[in-house]
């Protein structure tokens, strides 16, 4: 079965910021955050980085045939290093653009002269991380509209991870009012549908966004991360299954989140986790959500 992944992270050097402090790499899969040291990634990644050389290797071991490069604030601004690594992969990856909306029509102006060059597309909001300095900010935010008003001109696609109620409700208004932006929500929904204590009717009203707008897809990437299981991880699997029956193959994308889902299994895990341990979705259902309709999206 092919294989493209749609949420995949590289960066030379973490260097970024979360929770307030500053995010450095050490080595051997480890960041200093402040002044605290902690275990990013496996320990195989001597330079706590993640390089376009290693994710290329990966796909080749484990048959990924495309992938998306994901920017998050959270690893730091890679835009160039996205850029070169496109340019040396042209027919392997594709590169989402990371700019600071909170700076308004000055990020709007910003990702014109992106899309303009022609090598990065879309964008990517982690909402802890691209709102931790003005934490109240919510995505329908009047100052970010010339964002929002910029992607809807180019026909950008938006990457969201949420995080709040909030994001859900926003995203819902910005979905109507930006009929040209395809929205994918990250990781099924990620931490406001299955960090705990979550009420079940948020991953329940996000199923719905999925299914009611023909312009919103969701992502399969992440889920065991948010579970104290063991591979198979039969809550993903019944997660994901779930999403399947309510929301059909057509708005469904696997995503690996490498390298650090690496922590929680390998690879070649979460591409089964999906072609394997979904019973319930039939072949042709997976084949378009582990290829067929990222190509069709994206590449």
Not at 79 to 91: G, L, M
Not at 127 to 136: E, K, L, M, R, W
Request: proline share 5%; hydrophobic share 35%.
């Amino acid at each position: 079965m092919k294989v493209i992944d749609i949420h995949a992270h590289i960066y030379e050097k973490v260097a970024g910021i979360t929770q307030g402090q500053p995010m450095s790499s050490t080595s051997q899969g480890k960041v200093t955050i402040g002044n605290r040291e902690i275990q990013f990634l496996p320990p195989s990644f001597e330079r706590s980085c993640s390089t376009a050389e290693a994710l290329i290797a990966y796909m080749d071991w484990c048959g990924i045939e495309k992938a998306l490069l994901m920017p998050n604030p959270f690893y730091g601004y890679h835009n160039y290093y996205f850029k070169e690594s496109v340019k040396k992969y042209p027919d392997r990856l594709r590169g989402v653009a990371l700019v600071d909306i909170m700076k308004g029509k000055a990020a709007a102006e910003e990702l014109a002269q992106i899309y303009d060059e022609g090598i990065l597309f879309g964008m990517k909001i982690e909402v802890d991380s691209t709102f931790q300095c003005a934490p109240g900010t919510r995505l329908a935010d009047p100052k970010l509209a010339p964002v929002w008003d910029c992607c809807e001109q180019y026909h950008q696609p938006m990457f969201i991870h949420m995080f709040r109620r909030e994001d859900i409700v926003d995203l819902e208004l910005l979905a109507k009012t930006y009929p040209h932006i395809t929205f994918v929500i990250c990781h099924m929904g990620a931490d406001i549908c299955f960090r705990a204590g979550m009420p079940k009717r948020n991953y329940e009203k996000v199923l719905q966004i999925v299914k009611e707008y023909e312009n919103v897809y969701i992502d399969t990437s992440t889920v065991p991360d948010y579970y104290e299981e063991e591979y198979p991880w039969k809550t993903s699997v019944n997660i994901i299954e779930e999403c399947y029956r309510k929301v059909g193959a057509d708005k469904m994308m696997w995503a690996s989140d490498y390298p650090g889902m690496l922590k929680k299994g390998t690879l070649n895990q979460l591409i089964r986790l999906v072609t394997e341990e979904c019973k319930n979705i039939p072949e042709s259902a997976k084949e378009k959500i582990m290829a067929e309709n990222a190509r069709r999206l994206f590449f």
